[in-house]
């Protein structure tokens, strides 16, 4: 595996779709899919009330991974971010986090964030996690294609 150069980390950040957060809830870990938006060194999510912001009320350190994998190729390539998660209690900050998120999404066919779905404007809950620390690997130019999956 080789380590991944900061502006390589910030490329997968705002590139890749889908990420997945771990907080503590109820004194054990929980991990859920995220869609986000990264920007201004932080990661910005849209969510609703429930298990996932009431573990960030009781313990705000979280950790985000988010990997990129190329079907043909098997190469892949992770970063992982810790930092305090917050509620982004300002509206016109909440307002500029979603349009950020529906611009992200704009093109993906179906879904709820695009700007042709059903995604009301009004924020449930808006997350901010600052990037306060992060590491980045990738599968590297020295695996062979078949070993390179199982390194996942």
Known sequence: MDE????ECRRILSAAPVGHMAVISDGEPYVSPISYVYMDDAIYVRTGPGRRVEAIAAHPRVCVEVSEFDDDTGHW???IIWGDARVVEDNR???RVIMAILEKYRDTMGSPLSTGGNAPLEPEVILEIP???GTGRTSGSYFSVRTRP???
């Open 93 to 95: 900050a909440a307002q």
């Open 77 to 79: 390539e992770s970063m």
């Open 4 to 7: 991944l150069t900061p502006a």
């Open 150 to 152: 199982g390194r996942l």
């Open 131 to 133: 990037v306060e620390v």
